[in-house]
Every structure is written in structure tokens, then in C-alpha cells.
């Protein structure tokens, strides 16, 4: 090489120093910039999951503490009534009736809001008392099966919670499922659920370019709060399995 | 040894990520089936490079018709990640241009007989458009780390490959032919880059997400 080659291939080197400078400054801000983003992303999300599950154990509460016993009060005072007319008394009966059959609603309500045994007796006893009530409203058959009792926050108990109600609901909804195996074990570090369907599945890609449901949108957030994994597995005509890892 | 036979030699680090495909191809989601042809393609070409220019002395037709085909497979590759989801013309305009590109610079102003460098420029831009857009895409949506995410380094060595192959070509598309000698040592910086993708790729055929454990990612 003269002394011009020499110059241009020095001023070459230079050129390509530079731009791979300013390509790795490039990736490290993507990452920098994914990572705050990530961070801020998990904090909303907890944050809404918080507040949606304040107001309705706030709500939860004033159903079962506040109306119920107004109710009872309400239905008491109406039988104390001394009547002499059949048709006035058959009147009292339906409207006590009527109270009996609030009251039972109002307590659904207010379970299905936020079991309170849910923080009491713990996430295995509230799904152990679910899961039959489920079977009796839903054409499904489940199967559940747990292993270990660790000591769960309660966050994290209320999410699995939503997390299982939320399958059970996508299996009857969507997934037209006869049967149901929900699997639930709790460790020392770690926390799985696995559930698998005989349902009619769905198609991974057509599920990635169309907007996913809400349901499931709510499973990945919950997931995601607790700093877990969910893996979907799921076959048009093969049924739908998840798996669940939350870290503890 | 030449600068000629430290390329061939580096040129086969796409191996590693070429053998690791075709042990991994029946087990990955089949979005990210595309990289691993682009890799068996590159593999490919390299070897018939340097077939061909033991034979006939030059890799120009196999290499014009492989700056195509490499091209080709990255835009099916992105739009199987969803990337062109949002606008549908953007994968057709795509590919017009690059044919229209290939064409006019290997048909109509040059012949396929000779390296032209024009295509490889333009197809460069639009690669390096590519992994931009693909990088700014996984901010919001990448749901873990990006530094074990395939197609996070996937996008880095196309934008460290496809910036240098172009910086490169420019070179060729002036034509300095007086410096041969120049030419290879520019050519050699290159040669390093392109064995640090191969390599880059290694990684990212290796944490390219396998289909039962598929992670849902929206």
C-alpha cells in the first residue's frame, strides 16, 4: 500500500471504530431503556392489580357486614309482626322469603367478590370449597390435586386465586372442555400450577395476530406481578395446558 | 496464510449455529424456522464461494443470487415475529423493492457475472431499517431480559453484519482499483465482524424459544 492507501485505510479503521461505537451504545441504551420500561410496566400493573382488589374487598365487606345484617334485622322485625289476616301473613312470608333469597345472593356476591375464607383458612381450603360449587354451575368435570403448603403472601394467594378462577372460566367459555386437571404444587422456592384441558384448544399464531382476550391478558399481568412464568401450550382440537411457575 | 484463507477458515464459524439449528429445528416455534434457513443458507453459499472460486475464480453469481435469497428470508423471518402485523402492504412493498433493486443493479445495469454492490446496499438499509424497527419494538413488548431474547440478538448482529457489509461495499462500488491491496485489508475488518455474528447467532439460535415451553408473550 503507497502512503494514500495507507491514509485511507487508517481513516477506514477510524470510521468503522466509530460506527461500532455508536452501535453498541445503541444496544446498551435498547437494553437500559427495556429494562425501565419492563419496571415501570410491572409497577402499573401491580399497582391496578391492588386497587382492583381493594375496592372489591372493600365492597365484599360492605355486602356481607353492612347489608347482610340489615337484612337479617330487616326480616326479623317484618316476622315479629303479629298479623290476624291469612293474606296478610302469606304476604310476610313471601317477603321474608324474598330476604332469605337476598341474603343468600347477597353472600354469593360477596364471595365471588373475595372469598373471605380466602385470607382465613388459605388458598387450598378456598379452592377445595370452590371447585365443587364449580362443578355444579359448569358442565366440567375437575380434578384437583395439591402437594406441599408453603407460606404464601397474601397477594400472591389472591392472584393464584384469580389466576385458577380465570382458567376454569376460559375451559368452560372458550375452550368447550369436559374435564379439567388443575395441579398445584407449593415448594420452598418455588410455586407451580399446571392445568391441562380436553377442550378444542386454539392456534398459537392466529392468537398472536389477533388481539388475545382479556381473560388471558389478565393471566400473563397476575403472572407477571409475581415475577413468574406462564407457558401455553395449546393444539386446535388437543386442548389447552398452562404452566405456571411463580417463584417464591 | 492469505487474508483469502483466514476468511474461508472464519467463514465456517457458522457452523456452530448451522449444527445447533439442525439438532434444535424440530423442537423450536416455527415463527423463527426462517433464521435458521438464513444460517444453513449462509453456510451454504459459503461453501460454494469457495468452490467456485477454485473452479472459475469468482463467487459473484452464487453471491448476487445469496444477497437475494438472505434478504428475502429476513423480511419472511420478521413478519413471522409480527412485526409488519400492523401494516399489511409493508411486507409485499418490501420485497418489490428489493427485486426491483436485485434486478435493475444484476440484470439490467451490470451482469450477475460480476460483485454489485448497488443491491447490496440498498438490501443492507432495509436490514438495518429492520432490526431498528424490531429493536424499539421489544422495549414494550419483551416480557424478560433482553440479553438471552433470540430475537434481540438476532436484530444486534444483523445491525453490527448489514452496517459493516454496507460501509464495506461502498468500497466496492467506487471501485478503487487501484488499491487491490487496500481493498483487502478493509476486506479484513469485515471478516472479523462477520465471524463475531456467526458467532452472536450461535447464541441466538440457542435461546430461540422451543415449542413446549412456549412463552406467552403479549
Redesign the interface.
Known amino acids: 500500500?503507497d502512503s494514500t492507501?495507507k491514509t485511507?485505510?487508517v481513516l477506514?479503521?477510524i470510521?468503522?471504530a466509530i460506527?461500532?461505537v455508536i452501535?453498541l451504545y445503541?444496544?446498551f441504551t435498547?437494553?437500559r431503556?427495556?429494562?425501565k420500561?419492563?419496571r415501570l410496566h410491572l409497577e402499573k400493573m401491580d399497582a391496578e392489580i391492588k386497587a382492583l382488589e381493594r375496592e372489591r374487598t372493600r365492597i365484599a365487606n360492605d355486602l356481607h357486614d353492612e347489608l347482610g345484617p340489615l337484612l337479617s334485622a330487616t326480616k326479623y322485625n317484618i316476622n315479629a309482626v303479629d298479623v290476624t289476616d291469612s293474606s296478610d301473613q302469606q304476604l310476610i312470608d313471601k317477603a321474608s322469603k324474598h330476604i332469605d333469597d337476598s341474603i343468600t345472593r347477597i353472600r354469593e356476591i360477596s364471595f365471588d367478590l373475595m372469598p373471605s375464607s380466602l385470607q382465613r383458612k388459605g388458598l387450598i381450603v378456598t379452592l377445595e370449597e370452590f371447585i365443587p360449587k364449580a362443578q355444579k354451575l359448569f358442565p366440567v368435570k375437575i380434578s384437583f390435586n395439591h402437594r406441599g403448603d408453603g407460606n404464601l403472601s397474601n397477594e400472591m394467594v389472591v392472584n393464584l386465586y384469580r389466576i385458577i378462577l380465570e382458567i376454569i372460566h376460559n375451559t368452560v367459555k372458550h375452550a368447550q372442555a369436559t374435564e379439567l386437571l388443575l395441579e398445584l404444587v407449593i415448594t420452598d422456592k418455588k410455586v407451580i400450577l399446571k392445568t391441562k384441558d380436553n377442550g378444542v384448544g386454539f392456534n398459537?399464531?392466529r392468537m398472536?395476530?389477533e388481539s388475545?382476550g382479556l381473560g388471558?391478558?389478565n393471566l400473563?399481568a397476575r403472572t407477571?406481578v409475581m415475577r413468574g412464568?406462564?407457558?401455553?401450550?395449546s393444539v386446535a382440537g388437543q386442548g389447552t395446558s398452562y404452566h405456571i411457575e411463580i417463584p417464591l | 496464510m492469505s487474508l483469502f484463507e483466514v476468511a474461508s477458515i472464519i467463514g465456517f464459524s457458522i457452523v456452530f449455529a448451522a449444527v445447533l439449528g439442525l439438532i434444535i429445528f424440530r423442537k423450536i416455534v416455527p415463527a423463527y424456522q426462517p433464521f435458521i434457513y438464513i444460517v444453513w443458507l449462509g453456510l451454504f453459499n459459503h461453501s460454494l464461494s469457495l468452490l467456485m472460486v477454485r473452479t472459475t475464480g469468482s463467487n459473484a453469481v452464487n453471491g448476487n443470487i445469496f444477497v437475494l435469497a438472505e434478504a428475502l428470508l429476513y423480511v419472511w423471518f420478521f413478519s413471522n415475529m409480527g412485526l409488519f402485523s400492523k401494516k399489511k402492504l409493508q411486507t409485499p412493498i418490501l420485497i418489490g423493492v428489493l427485486l426491483t433493486a436485485w434486478i435493475f443493479d444484476n440484470l439490467i445495469i451490470h451482469s450477475l457475472r460480476t460483485p454489485n454492490a448497488g443491491y447490496r446496499i440498498v438490501a443492507c438499509f432495509i436490514m438495518i431499517f429492520i432490526a431498528i424497527e424490531q429493536l424499539i419494538s421489544l422495549i414494550a413488548t419483551a416480557r424478560k431480559s433482553l440479553v438471552r431474547n433470540s430475537l434481540f440478538i438476532i436484530c444486534c448482529g444483523m445491525l453490527f453484519y448489514f452496517s459493516y457489509k454496507a460501509f464495506i461495499e461502498v468500497f466496492f462500488l467506487i471501485e478503487v482499483s487501484s488499491g487491490i491491496k487496500l481493498i483487502t485489508a478493509i476486506y479484513s475488518i469485515f471478516v472479523v465482524i462477520n465471524c463475531s455474528v456467526n458467532l452472536l447467532f450461535f447464541f441466538a439460535v440457542l435461546w430461540i424459544p422451543r415449542k413446549k415451553q412456549y412463552l406467552f408473550s403479549l
Open positions: 500500500m492507501e485511507i485505510f477506514a479503521l470510521a468503522g460506527l461500532g452501535l445503541f444496544i435498547i437494553v431503556q427495556q429494562k420500561t419492563r398459537h399464531g398472536r395476530s388475545a388471558l391478558k400473563v407477571d412464568e406462564l407457558m401455553l401450550d
